[in-house]
């Protein structure tokens, strides 16, 4: 998958079939394909949005801030040592 997580290319690919199935259904049900700029609109951002999960890296990643270090105390050395 080009993508860097599988789930997220799973949903681009569902998001562009269900697209690719609404633009057929509207074609078949109007006689042709959309007319109005709306229905335009409407298959190019679901096409765009499928492709843009395809291709999103986001395996791996997050939005936490870098660790910061924390100090940690050493327990005092024993007498007899």
Same mark, same amino acid.
């Given at each position: 998958m080009p993508g860097g997580s599988w789930k997220t290319a799973?949903? /681009?690919y569902a998001l562009i079939v269900l697209d690719v199935i609404q633009f057929i /259904? @509207?074609?078949?049900?109007k006689q042709g394909v959309p007319n109005t700029l709306q229905g335009w609109i409407v298959t190019l951002a679901g096409l765009a949005g499928g492709i843009g999960l395809v291709i999103a890296k986001d395996f791996?990643?997050?939005?936490? +801030?870098? %660790?910061? %270090? @924390?100090?940690?105390?050493? %327990? +005092?050395?024993s007498p007899g040592v």
């Open positions: 799973v949903m /681009g /259904g @509207q074609a078949v049900e791996d990643k997050s939005n936490a +801030p870098a %660790p910061t %270090p @924390q100090a940690t105390t050493i %327990p +005092p050395a």
